[in-house]
């Protein structure tokens, strides 16, 4: 694993998911219910299953597109 590509890419997505939609989606999700710990297993499932998906059409992208279009 490569160390300066998993911070950089993990202080990007984490700057970008602040306050964003689904931050907000489950913080009334939260608020909603006596469940926190429901909620955090169900977003943070969601949030690794989008990220799998992204990483899979990225993987599958730059091995088939050229470098300009990318």
Do not use: I, N, Y
Request: aromatic letters at 10%; glycine letters at 12%.
């Amino acid at each position: 694993m490569d160390p300066k590509l998993f911070l950089t890419t993990f202080t990007a997505v984490f700057l970008a998911e602040l306050g964003d939609k689904t931050q907000l989606a489950t913080v009334g999700f939260a608020a909603g219910s006596g469940a926190r710990w429901t909620v955090f297993a169900a977003a943070s499932s969601a949030l690794v299953l989008s990220t799998l998906v992204g990483v899979l059409v990225g993987g599958a992208a730059g091995e088939t597109l050229p470098a300009p279009f990318l």
